[in-house]
């Protein structure tokens, strides 16, 4: 095939990868007769809803801020729930609208609480668990909302540390997840919601991660968990909860077990997900193999089952790929027919985006590391320059698919490349714990042998790279800027923390039950002070000698804004370029798109200017 030259390719406007959706997110009601998905209104996301066979949409909420983003079918099929907070404080509250009257009730008016879903299920349409940190800002307890009255009762009060809770098929809260001192976890379960609690297993803080409850069996008896004591790939497992018996359900060599997908009415496992290049699929239950084999043939990309009516007749399904929008259909399971819902960006196929390859090379201390690269849709691909775009977490991964920022720095010229760096989940639990104690350290290593690699095969110009990130990957290029100045041309940081003793120190006060393993992992700020400093971007400011970007939320919780603010003044001082933007209206990332064009623009413009890319 010809290489196109770049200024052949059309440039992609940032409003087509970075503005709303034109649809997303379709739910089906419970009596799978309407469907909902959300849409923009003035430019806000907001909730549709739309009987099937009909070309009756309507919007039913007005939000006119930040836009809806998470929301859910109530189970009389009257009303839709969604969380909002206020400017990205992550303090959400849970709303409901009547589908009838478009009337929205504030079902959790409290100020500076956060709103969590514990359990819905459609054999208790009246009923939701939520849980608070109403009585103690530091830990969360179950209520159960009364959806006729709207009453919250509270039914479980927080013993301590407990991070995650379960309900049984019963609507009983009777497991939970305590967080130790020692980082790592113990699994409580009772008999009923008046026993006590008692300590069916432990895991240490290699296995945690990789391990937690899934589901109660329909008797009660039974708990489905992900498990990795003795094993370095997390398993499914079942668990007699009397007797402590264990059984393996699935596993694979490769990687930790992934999404699990239960029977909504016998709560037995039908299917599991498996995350490696590209995500495969195991099917359990014989009942829907055939189901699966046909969604499979609808379309190339990686599906998923979105949603699904309370008769499991109606399922909508999901398609991702990594060359054009997502794609959802309407699979009716009785007739095998396929009905074609929307595209969530349609305007991506007037453009030509290009396919993201998986990767794959050795670390200096032999681990195998995983990631992406997404070359200019040119055909170029030698001597490109490289932007290295670091995820967050950074217990998540990259994984393959449409990724909105890919395809604009591979539009612009640039090679994109994602790496799963030790400390990523997903591989296992050695290569997870490879990454404690080594944030700015061996986990930093692994970024740098991933250019040095592209730049060996000859893909990256050496003289004409990035490193580009948000959260965790904002740190990462700020250490990229600190720590090896050379390497890089110049540096995009996004919410990224710049001295983690002061982090740590002021991380949400819901996130104290995560405290001792932030301390394990990472470092604790109380004993190991230098140490902590010693991988702070903010105490090698000297070392910077490339220009930084630098991007804010004001309201975020997680990081500060003072962990931008130090480092911009100190690199003020001492006369370092950088450009620093601050959003008053945001938290951890952007979620108004003006706000989201307005940084992708500064972004495009920077990098246009030190690396030599198209600009719009």
């Keep these: 095939m010809p290489h196109l030259s770049a ?5 992609i406007p940032r409003e087509v990868l970075f503005g709303n959706p034109v649809k997303a997110s379709p739910q089906i009601s419970p009596n799978g ?19 099937i066979g009909l070309q009756d949409d309507r919007p039913v909420t007005r939000d006119k801020d930040r836009g809806i983003r998470n929301y859910f079918w109530a189970q009389d099929n009257r009303h839709i729930f969604y969380l909002q907070d206020v400017g990205g404080n992550e303090n959400w509250r849970l709303y409901a609208v009547d589908l009838g009257t478009l009337i929205v009730r504030d079902l959790t008016p409290f100020e500076n ?11 208790f349409p009246n009923k939701i668990l939520i849980s608070m940190n109403k009585e103690n800002v530091r830990v969360h307890d179950v209520y159960c909302l009364d959806l006729r ?25 009777r497991a939970a997840v305590v967080a130790r001192d020692d980082g790592g976890s113990d699994l409580l379960v009772r008999q009923n919601q008046q026993s006590d609690w008692r300590t069916v297993l432990s895991w240490s803080m290699d296995d945690a991660m990789a391990s937690g409850p899934v589901s109660f069996t329909k008797d009660g008896k039974f708990l489905y968990l992900r498990d990795a004591r003795g094993v370095d790939k997390g398993q499914l497992m079942r668990l007699e909860i009397g007797t402590g018996k264990t059984q393996a359900i699935a596993s694979d060599p490769e990687v930790d077990v992934g999404g699990v997908m239960l029977h909504p009415d016998t709560y037995e496992i039908q299917m599991i997900s498996f995350t490696k290049d590209r995500t ?22 990686d599906f998923f089952i979105a949603s699904r009516d309370n008769d499991d007749k109606t399922w909508l399904v999901g398609f991702m790929v990594d060359d054009g929008p997502m794609v959802y259909y309407s699979y009716e399971r009785k007739t095998k027919r396929v009905l074609l819902l929307f595209e969530n960006r349609p305007d991506l196929k007037n453009y030509s985006l290009a396919p993201m390859e998986p ?3 050795a670390s200096r201390d032999g681990f195998k590391i995983r990631g992406y690269l997404t070359f200019p849709p040119s055909g170029e691909r030698k001597n490109l320059p490289l932007v290295l775009n670091v995820h967050g977490g950074p217990w998540v991964r990259d994984s393959w698919g449409y990724d909105p920022e890919s395809q604009w720095l591979a539009n612009r010229g640039y090679v994109s490349m994602q790496v799963n760096y030790r400390g990523s989940s997903g591989y296992g639990k050695a290569f997870l714990n490879a990454g404690n104690k080594e944030w700015g350290g061996k986990m930093h290593e692994d970024l740098v042998d991933a250019v040095n690699w592209a730049v060996k095969q000859g893909t990256a110009d050496p003289k004409r790279t990035a490193i580009y990130g948000g959260s965790y990957g904002g740190f990462a290029a700020l250490v990229g800027a600190a720590f090896t100045p050379d390497l890089f041309k110049c540096a995009v940081d996004i919410v990224g923390p710049s001295n983690l003793v002061t982090f740590i120190r002021t991380i949400p006060p819901y996130w104290s039950v995560y405290l001792a393993e932030f301390r394990k992992r990472v470092g604790d700020p ?28 004001a309201n975020d919780p997680r990081v500060k804004q003072a962990e931008s603010e130090q480092i911009v003044e100190a690199m003020k001082k001492k006369g370092i370029d950088y450009e620093y933007l601050l959003f008053p209206d945001e938290g951890h990332g952007f979620a108004k798109p003006e706000n989201r064009l307005k940084f992708y623009a500064a972004a495009e413009k920077f990098l246009a200017k030190h690396l030599g890319g198209r600009c719009e």
């Design 33 to 51: 007769k309407m469907i909902s998905y959300l849409a923009p209104v003035n430019n806000v996301l907001n909730v549709w809803v739309k009987t």
């Design 359 to 361: 990767i794959s090379f």
């Design 280 to 301: 495969e699929y195991k099917v359990l239950d014989p009942l829907i193999r055939d189901d699966i084999d046909t969604v499979r043939k609808i379309n190339d990309g």
């Design 113 to 123: 609480i956060q709103v969590r879903i514990v359990e819905v299920d459609k054999h």
């Design 7 to 11: 200024t052949e390719i059309k440039l």
């Design 149 to 173: 009255t709207g009453e919250l009762t509270l039914v479980t009060k927080n013993p301590g540390h407990v991070s995650d809770w379960l309900s049984d098929t019963e609507f009983n809260v």
């Design 526 to 553: 109380d004993t190991e002070e230098e140490f902590l400093k010693s991988r702070s971007p903010l105490f090698k400011v000297d070392q910077i000698k490339i220009p930084l970007l630098i991007a804010q939320g």
